[in-house]
């Protein structure tokens, strides 16, 4: 069993800046694939950034070029580092843990891109 909390969201100006943080239980976090979806109201779930145990990242076609996802496996952490926000990045953001099939959710945190 995993768990996860997010921290990180809040209101943010279009063109600002935030950085998500995703801490993680267990003593087996590094070998977890980590990622960050999104979903706003109305629409489905979207997968934002993944980053694997050896470090490869994967991206959402929307936020390349703008958001940066990390890993600190001594810290059982993963980050989402968001640049140049805009105002459809607005979503509640979900940390998610994936290993051998089994899929675990954090409970979410909203990011609000407005003026």
């Known amino acids: 069993q995993v768990q996860l909390v997010e921290s990180g969201g809040g209101l943010v100006q279009p063109g600002g800046s935030l950085r998500l943080s995703c801490a993680a239980s267990?003593?087996?976090?590094?070998?977890?694939?980590m990622g960050w979806y999104r979903q706003a109201p109305g629409k489905q779930r979207e997968l934002v950034a993944a980053?694997?145990?050896?470090?490869?990242?994967n991206y959402g076609d929307p936020v390349k070029g703008r958001f940066t996802i990390s890993r600190d496996n001594s810290k059982n952490t993963v980050y989402l580092q968001m640049n140049s926000l805009k105002p459809e990045d607005t979503a509640v953001y979900y940390c998610?843990?994936?290993?051998?099939?089994?899929?675990?959710w954090g409970q979410g945190t909203q990011v609000t891109v407005s003026s």
């Open positions: 267990g003593s087996i976090f590094s070998i977890y694939t």
């Open positions: 998610n843990a994936a290993l051998g099939g089994k899929y675990y």
């Open positions: 980053i694997i145990s050896d470090g490869r990242t």
